[in-house]
């Protein structure tokens, strides 16, 4: 089907996108409704099992201030459907990945050995990396070879983060085939240690009738992967069991392709400590809900009802990220919170000051990115999302900086999507939203890796890149990244 005709079908307003569109990857045949359970051949994703702990990758430096250790990106077989065995490309074997978690000042090598039948690569997700170690689709690894990553963590970068593949055209096959997971590092002194910890993966899984991951349509590389359904820590709607008012930690990454999750968990209230780079100078709450977008994290803390036995759903609430309502998502359960039977705990106290978020001092550059579109409205169809209006191409240089210096970047979108736009080497802070007398500046000071920009506004972050080489800038909708929404920053050395 052509383009044209394919996004002819969709409906403009309805909320929603329609089903069973066959799109161009083919086997996507019974497309079901954003939203929707996905029944495939009858049997849906087991629900309601208990929230997995994610494993730890083992270290295996027997010296302090070392983490070594070696993943394998390997095709696996899991079985998600009952009777079926669905294949998957995981990192060691595991849906998600098992999560790197380090200290600050570690050095830190990791050997990537790559089975898959294509190109790979491991991207170090929000880290200040070198160049060279950044995993980018610069940096091929091919099938059959291994490739060593190393890297410091250097003090201030306690955060969340996370890894995944970063490979010139199939980053969003290789994210919706299994391989992703969070990269934690640690201060050695974290203000909410006392505060137990809960690490949430979001991802997403579309699996077609026989129960095999279905490839990308042209809808989905038009507004991003549509359709999946929504796995916290690879579960699906799993049940996260706590002691009647306790209080804990919660670093909630979301790995989908484009599902944006604006989290709301009913009757509690979030406090915000921490975003993509770590915690923020003071807590920000009550928050009765936080959006998160694409490859954004956040630490949320919760304090739970003092009911026992109580039930409650955490949820991505409906969400429109286009103007023609062709990308908007329905809302999703996510997360059963329940209370146990034992009598309440006394809530935990959060202290008023966390970590400052130095402030960058004056910009001394000022650059503008455009968000662009080809084509008419959304009947451009896929490949049609560009930064400057310009397709990515990897031999070329869009934007000099210089290591050290500060500057302003304006992102400007003049697309009818919205677009997380995510910039490698370094986390940024977002200054204010709106253009000239009309910005408004940022709430709160806080490091950031990815800044949503929704359609017809315009972002304005501050930013020091501190390494030299080339670093990507992109939409982390991964559809819209590999079909060219993406620019090359070359940050030369003073
Ligand atoms: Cu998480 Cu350039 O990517
Ligand atoms: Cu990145
Ligand atoms: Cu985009």
């Not at 809960?198 to 009738?209: E, K, N, P």
């Not at 253009?435 to 000071?445: E, L, N």
Request: proline share 8%; aromatic share 6%.
């Amino acid at each position: 089907m052509k383009r044209r005709e394919f996004l002819g079908m969709a409906v403009a307003g309805a909320g929603s996108i329609l089903p069973g569109c066959g799109g161009g990857g083919g086997g996507s045949a019974g497309m079901p409704m954003v939203g929707s359970p996905i029944a495939s051949g009858g049997a849906a994703l087991t629900q309601g099992l208990p929230l997995k702990s994610l494993a730890t990758l083992a270290n295996a430096a027997p010296e302090s201030g070392r983490f070594a250790a070696s993943l394998v990106a390997a095709p696996a077989g899991l079985s998600l459907l009952e009777g079926r065995t669905t294949s998957l490309w995981l990192y060691n074997g595991l849906l998600p990945g098992p999560v790197v978690d380090v200290r600050e000042g570690d050095r830190v090598r990791i050997a990537v050995e790559n089975r898959l039948p294509l190109d790979t690569t491991v991207h170090w997700h929000g880290l200040p990396v070198p160049a060279d170690q950044d995993g980018s689709p610069l940096d091929p690894v091919r099938p059959g070879s291994t490739r060593v990553y190393e890297f410091d963590l250097p003090s201030g970068t306690a955060g969340t983060y996370w890894y995944h593949p970063h490979a010139h055209q199939t980053t969003a096959q290789q994210v919706s085939m299994g391989l992703a997971a969070p990269f934690i590092v640690r201060a050695g002194d974290d203000p909410l240690a006392h505060l137990p910890e809960v690490t949430m993966l979001v991802t997403g899984i579309r699996l077609d009738a026989n129960g095999q991951v279905s490839p990308g349509t042209a809808m989905d590389f038009t507004v991003g992967r549509q359709g999946e359904q929504l796995l916290v820590n690879g579960g699906r709607l799993p049940v996260h069991s706590v002691r009647p008012g306790s209080t804990q930690r919660w670093r909630i990454l979301n790995a989908t392709s484009a599902r944006y999750l604006r989290l709301a968990l009913d009757g509690h209230a979030f406090t915000l400590v921490g975003t993509d780079g770590g915690l923020l100078g003071a807590p920000v709450g009550p928050l009765s809900e936080v959006l998160v977008a694409p490859a954004q994290r956040v630490e949320i803390v919760v304090t739970a009802s003092a009911t026992p036995g109580a039930r409650f759903t955490l949820r991505a609430q409906r969400h429109a990220i286009d103007t023609m309502g062709m990308g908007s998502y329905a809302a999703e359960d996510l997360l059963t919170l329940a209370t146990t039977a034992e009598s309440p705990v006394a809530p935990l106290v959060i202290p008023a000051a966390l970590r400052p978020v130095a402030s960058l001092g004056p910009a001394v550059a000022r650059k503008r990115v455009t968000l662009t579109q080809s084509g008419m409205g959304m009947m451009a169809g896929a490949g049609s999302f560009l930064i400057d209006g310009r397709p990515f191409d990897m031999n070329r240089v869009d934007y000099v900086s210089t290591v050290g210096d500060v500057e302003d970047w304006e992102i400007v979108n003049q697309t009818m999507m919205d677009h997380p736009i995510h910039i490698h080497g370094t986390q940024f802070q977002l200054l204010s939203r709106g253009s000239g007398s009309f910005a408004t500046p940022a709430p709160y000071a806080a490091w950031i890796d990815t800044v949503d920009v929704p359609s017809g506004t315009a972002a304005t972050i501050r930013m020091r890149q501190d390494m030299p080489g080339k670093r990507m800038v992109h939409c982390h909708i991964l559809e819209h990244e590999d079909e060219g929404m993406m620019a090359v920053l070359e940050v030369r050395p003073r």
